[in-house]
C-alpha cells in the first residue's frame, strides 16, 4: 500500500509526536516536551487517518474513556501541571520495603532532589 504525502508527513509527525512524549517522561516530565508531543501525535494521526477518521476513533464507545484520560492530561500539560512525580515518590515511601529504601539517608536526598521536594527528611 501506497502512502499518499499527507500520510508520509503524518508518519513523520506521529513518530516525532512520539518521541518528543518519551523524552518529556525521561526529562522528568518536562511540560514543554510533552506539551509539543501531544500536538504532533495527534496533528500526525489526524494526517494518518484522516480528520474524520480520527474524530471517529477518538469518539468510539469503548474507547470513551480513554480518550478522556488521554485530552485531560493533553489539558493537564497545557495548564502546566504535569509534575506529579512528586506524588509518585510520596506513594512509594509508604510502600513496605521501597518505602525504606527510599529513607535511607543518601538515596533520600537524591530522590527529593528528582522530585522537586522542597524539604528532605532530616
Given at each position: 500500500m501506497w502512502l499518499s504525502?499527507?500520510?508520509?508527513?503524518g508518519v513523520a509527525l506521529t513518530t516525532f509526536g512520539g518521541l518528543f512524549m518519551f523524552l518529556g517522561?525521561?526529562?522528568?516530565f518536562d511540560g514543554a516536551l510533552l506539551a509539543l508531543g501531544n500536538i504532533l501525535f495527534v496533528s500526525g494521526l489526524a494526517l494518518i487517518i484522516g480528520p474524520q477518521k480520527t474524530v471517529s476513533f477518538f469518539a468510539r464507545k469503548q474507547k470513551i474513556r480513554g480518550s478522556l484520560c488521554f485530552f485531560g492530561g493533553i489539558l493537564l500539560i497545557f495548564f502546566k501541571w504535569p509534575d506529579f512525580f512528586p506524588v509518585v515518590v510520596t506513594f512509594l515511601r509508604q510502600l513496605p520495603f521501597i518505602g525504606t529504601a527510599l529513607s535511607l539517608p543518601y538515596i533520600s536526598?537524591?530522590?527529593?532532589?528528582?522530585?522537586?521536594s522542597r524539604t528532605s527528611a532530616v
Amino acid at each position: 500500500m501506497w502512502l499518499s504525502d499527507a500520510q508520509k508527513i503524518g508518519v513523520a509527525l506521529t513518530t516525532f509526536g512520539g518521541l518528543f512524549m518519551f523524552l518529556g517522561v525521561m526529562f522528568l516530565f518536562d511540560g514543554a516536551l510533552l506539551a509539543l508531543g501531544n500536538i504532533l501525535f495527534v496533528s500526525g494521526l489526524a494526517l494518518i487517518i484522516g480528520p474524520q477518521k480520527t474524530v471517529s476513533f477518538f469518539a468510539r464507545k469503548q474507547k470513551i474513556r480513554g480518550s478522556l484520560c488521554f485530552f485531560g492530561g493533553i489539558l493537564l500539560i497545557f495548564f502546566k501541571w504535569p509534575d506529579f512525580f512528586p506524588v509518585v515518590v510520596t506513594f512509594l515511601r509508604q510502600l513496605p520495603f521501597i518505602g525504606t529504601a527510599l529513607s535511607l539517608p543518601y538515596i533520600s536526598g537524591v530522590v527529593d532532589r528528582l522530585a522537586g521536594s522542597r524539604t528532605s527528611a532530616v
